[in-house]
C-alpha cells in the first residue's frame, strides 16, 4: 500500500567550482592622512578637538560624504581619523583619494589591517570561492571574505546544531570537530517499521548517518522521488566547522566551532514532529522520552524546510527556542519563488525571528533557484559550495571525500559559522544582536542585479569580514524593528510538513 505523507525536504544540486587566490583585502574604518602644519588637526589636554580642527574634520566629512571623527595623531607628522564602520577597502581607497585632493592635503591613505603571513595548508581551500575576498571588478566574485574575519578570530568553541540527515563521525576533516553527545530525531514510520530512519530502530543517542538513498521501488511505494545518498549533514558540517590548516582538504567557517549533530532527516526526508522536537532539545528544551541535552546550541542550522506557514507547533517551537536564547538559521528554499505568497510559505524559515538565507551566485545576484521575498534577512553563496561528503551511493564508505553542493541548504551554514565566529569574540552577544551584526555588515547588491531592482533578497551578500569588524566596536545598540511579517526562510522540496 502507497504510504502519502507530508514531509520536509533536502536540495543539494552536485556541480563542479574552481576558486580563487588567499591573498585578501581587509575591510577598515580608518584613513591615514598628513596635512600641513597649519592645518593639522590637534588634541587639547581636555580631549576636544581645536576650532580649526574640527574645521579640517567637517571639510574631511564633505569630501567622503561620511561622518569622518578625529582619533589620534600618530609618528611623522600624521594623523589617523575613523569613519563610522569599516568599509571595503577598495571603498575606503576611494575616500582617501578624495581626502588627498583637498588643500594642504599630502596624502591620504587607508589604515590597512595588518595580519601573520600565514598560509593555509588546507589542500582545497582555493577551490572554496565561498571563502574568498569579494572581488566586484572581473573577474567577479561575491565571496563572504573568510580570511578578513579570520584576522580578527578564527573562532572558538561556540555550538553550532545542525538538524539534519545525521554526520559521518569518521570523516577526515570533521575530526575532533563533532561532539559524540547529538541525538537521532527520527521515529518509527505509521506502520511501525524504520523505513524513514533507516537505522533498525527509532529515536536514541546514535547521530550517525546510515545513508537516505532511496530505489525506485521504494519512491514508488512512499511517494518520494529516487536518489543516492545525500551525505546533506556532513555538507553543512563541514561548511561550518570543518577542521582547517589541518593539511586536509577544506576549510570550515569557524575553526573552532564545534558541531552538535542532530538526526531529523532519513530516506524520503522526514517529518515536522521529528523535526520540531530537535530544533528544541537542540536549544535545551526538554523533550518526552529523550535525556536532556547538556550541549545547548547558541546556534542552530536549520537546512530544510516544509511548505506551510508558521502556526501551530512551529510557531510555539521557534518562539520557545528564541525565548531559551539561541537563533535559528534557516535556507530560504530553492523554489525560485516569491515568498509573499502565503502557498509559497517554508517553515521554519517564515516564522517571525527566524534569520532566513537567500542564495547567491559569483557575481552577487541571486542564484535562480533561490527563494526570495519580504522574509528573506540576506544572501550567501550558495552555487558550487564544496564541503566534506562521501562517495557511497547507499551505505557509507567512509572514504573522507568532499564534493560541491548548490542551493540555499548550502548558503545558511554560512551564515551560522559567522555567527560563531561573532559569539567568539563576544559571548555576551544575544540573538538580536547576532542578527543585527550579520545584517547590516553586508556586501551590497550590485545595482544592476535582481536583488537590487526586485529586492527580497535582504539587506546584501554575507560579509564575514566587516562582520566581525563590526563586532570590535559594537556598543549594544538594539537592531531596527522588523516588520512581524518578516523572519526567514527555509530550504526544501517545498512539500508540506505536519
Known amino acids: ?64 560624504g561620511h561622518e569622518v571623527v578625529y582619533l589620534r595623531a600618530m609618528s611623522g607628522g600624521a594623523d589617523v581619523v575613523r569613519l563610522p564602520r569599516a ?89 575532533g570537530k563533532v561532539l559524540e553527545a547529538g541525538y537521532d ?33 521504494e519512491a514508488e511505494e512512499r511517494e518520494c522521488r529516487v536518489s543516492h545518498s545525500s551525505w546533506h549533514g556532513t555538507h553543512m558540517a563541514g561548511i561550518v566547522a570543518a577542521s582547517t590548516s589541518n593539511g586536509k582538504g577544506i576549510a570550515g567557517v569557524s575553526w573552532g566551532a564545534m558541531i552538535l549533530p542532530i538526526r531529523a532527516l532519513g530516506k524520503c526526508d522526514g517529518y515536522s514532529s521529528d523535526v520540531i522536537d530537535a530544533m528544541r532539545w537542540a536549544a535545551g528544551l526538554p523533550v518526552a522520552g529523550v535525556p536532556n541535552n547538556h550541549d545547548a546550541a547558541k546556534i542552530i542550522n536549520m537546512s530544510l524546510g516544509a511548505n506551510q506557514s508558521c502556526t501551530g507547533a512551529w510557531l510555539d517551537a521557534v518562539n520557545a527556542v528564541h525565548e531559551k536564547g539561541s537563533l535559528i538559521v534557516a535556507a530560504a528554499g530553492n523554489g525560485g519563488v516569491s515568498m509573499s505568497s502565503s502557498r509559497n510559505h517554508v517553515v521554519p524559515g517564515v516564522c517571525p525571528g527566524v534569520l532566513t538565507v537567500a542564495a547567491t551566485n ?30 557511497g551511493t547507499t551505505s557509507p564508505l567512509d572514504d573522507s571525500h568532499y564534493e560541491n553542493k548548490s542551493g540555499t541548504s548550502v548558503s545558511a551554514p554560512q551564515v551560522a559559522g559567522v555567527a560563531a565566529l561573532l559569539l567568539s569574540y563576544d559571548d555576551s552577544l544575544d540573538r538580536q544582536d547576532l542578527i543585527y551584526l550579520l545584517t547590516s555588515n ?57
Open 1 to 64: 500500500m502507497k504510504q502519502a505523507r507530508k514531509t520536509l525536504g533536502i536540495i543539494a544540486l552536485t556541480l563542479i567550482c574552481l576558486a580563487v587566490s588567499t591573498v585578501h583585502a581587509t575591510p577598515t574604518d580608518r584613513i591615514i592622512i598628513k596635512v600641513s602644519e597649519t592645518m593639522r588637526p590637534a588634541v587639547l589636554a581636555d580631549g576636544a578637538l581645536a576650532p580649526r580642527a574640527r574645521e579640517r574634520v567637517s571639510s574631511l566629512s564633505a569630501a567622503v
Open 87 to 175: 568599509m571595503p577597502l577598495e571603498q575606503v581607497q576611494a575616500m582617501a583619494e578624495a581626502m588627498a585632493r583637498l588643500p594642504g592635503v599630502e596624502y591620504a591613505e587607508p589604515d590597512a589591517r595588518v595580519f601573520p603571513m600565514e598560509v593555509l595548508n588546507d589542500p582545497l581551500f582555493g577551490q572554496q570561492w565561498h571563502l574568498q575576498p569579494v572581488r566586484t571588478t572581473p573577474p567577479l566574485n561575491y565571496g563572504i571574505d573568510a580570511p578578513a574575519a579570520w584576522s580578527i578570530t578564527t573562532g572558538e568553541a561556540v555550538v553550532v546544531a545542525i538538524v539534519d540527515t545525521g554526520i559521518l563521525f569518521a570523516h577526515e576533516d570533521l575530526e
Open 185 to 217: 530525531f527520527i521515529s518509527a514510520d505509521p506502520d511501525g517499521e524504520y523505513f524513514t530512519a533507516n537505522d533498525g530502530d527509532g529515536r536514541d543517542p546514535d547521530p550517525s548517518d546510515p545513508g537516505d538513498w532511496v530505489t525506485e521501488e
Open 362 to 391: 559569483k557575481a552577487g545576484d541571486r542564484a535562480s533557484f533561490s527563494n526570495y521575498g519580504p522574509q528573506i534577512d540576506l544572501g550567501a553563496p550558495g552555487i558550487w559550495v564544496l564541503s566534506t561528503s562521501d562517495q
Open 442 to 498: 553586508v556586501t551590497p547588491y550590485p545595482e544592476d542585479s535582481l536583488c537590487a531592482a526586485g529586492g527580497g533578497c535582504g539587506s546584501g551578500v554575507l560579509n564575514a569580514g566587516l562582520a566581525l569588524m563590526a563586532v570590535t566596536e559594537f556598543d549594544g545598540r538594539p537592531p531596527p524593528p522588523r516588520p512581524a511579517s518578516s523572519g526567514g526562510g527555509g530550504e526544501g522540496q517545498y512539500r508540506s510538513g505536519l
